[in-house]
């Protein structure tokens, strides 16, 4: 697909879809040029926090003693987080605190992953840098301010001096061990999703327009049946980027709850 957008380029022809185009116009474009503008972004973020308390608010409303099918989903769905995300992680000791969060952390990224599957809603919130750098650095805070509150200044010490390491290889690793705990963390935690987002759906772009271009745009039997096997072949890549969208949701929920354990147990070692 690339090798056919890059010859219809050079003739002028196809032109494969670039980020930029993915974007709507800003809302309400105050001081848009600096990109402060209220944009399609910003509106599905609170879009998403409408949607999961109404739908969860909803479910719940009766707390029936034999529950609705709605209402069975909605404890499902939190069972699930509860269960698989907090006690397995943290232990039966720790993981209750954290459960809101995990449960707000899991829904609010699968819910701003899955806008990008709508059509006209274009490309997934989390599929931006913006949104995804903000998150992964409100997780970062929280668990590097409950490791010190656990652990005091100890905590530093903990996080980057390994135990039970000869002392010369200590002017090595404890570097190492300090941009990879608190620099590159949270990068990896962020530049993750965004990566995954970001990719899937563009493939999906390219595959859509290309099928456009070759049954609308060109002549002649075999380039319309060629667009036809594109388009047939791009909708298992959708499904695919269904099930990206909600891996990638468990995964920054679960790494968000792994972060949380290191902090409580860091000086289990």
């Known amino acids: 697909m690339s090798s056919l957008a890059l010859s219809a380029a050079e003739e002028g022809g196809f032109q494969p879809p670039t980020i930029s185009e993915t974007h709507l116009p800003d809302i309400l474009p105050w001081m848009a040029p600096w990109g402060t503008g209220f944009g399609k972004n910003m509106l599905m973020v609170i879009l998403a926090v409408v ?3 109404w739908l969860f608010s909803f479910a719940i409303r009766k707390q029936a003693l034999v529950p609705s099918r709605g209402q069975y989903l909605a404890e499902s769905a ?26 707000t952390v899991f829904f609010f990224v699968l819910f701003n992953n899955l806008f990008g599957a709508i059509p006209g809603l274009q490309m997934p919130t989390f599929s931006h840098a913006g949104p995804a750098y903000a998150l992964a650095g ?22 980057t001096v390994p135990s039970g390491v000869p002392k010369p290889l200590l002017l090595i690793l404890t570097p190492l061990e300090f941009l990879s705990n608190f620099i590159i963390r949270p990068l990896t935690h962020s530049l993750r999703l965004m ?19 070759l049954i609308a745009q060109q002549e002649g039997i075999a380039n319309a049946g060629l667009g036809v096997a594109v388009l047939i072949g791009s909708i298992p890549l959708y499904f695919l980027e269904l099930i990206m969208m909600v891996l990638q949701a468990f995964v920054f929920a679960l790494l968000t709850a792994i972060y949380i354990q290191g902090s409580i147990e860091a000086d289990a070692h």
């Open 195 to 213: 990566a995954v987002m970001l990719a899937g759906h563009i493939i999906v772009m390219l595959a859509g327009s290309g099928a456009e271009f």
């Open 78 to 103: 939190y069972g699930f987080v509860r269960n698989t995300m907090g006690r397995d992680i943290l232990g039966d000791k720790h993981f209750k605190p954290w459960i809101p969060l995990l449960f």
């Open 51 to 53: 949607l999961i308390t």
């Open 138 to 159: 409100i997780i970062w805070v929280t668990w590097i301010a409950l490791g010190f509150k656990l652990h005091g200044a100890k905590f530093m010490k903990l996080m």
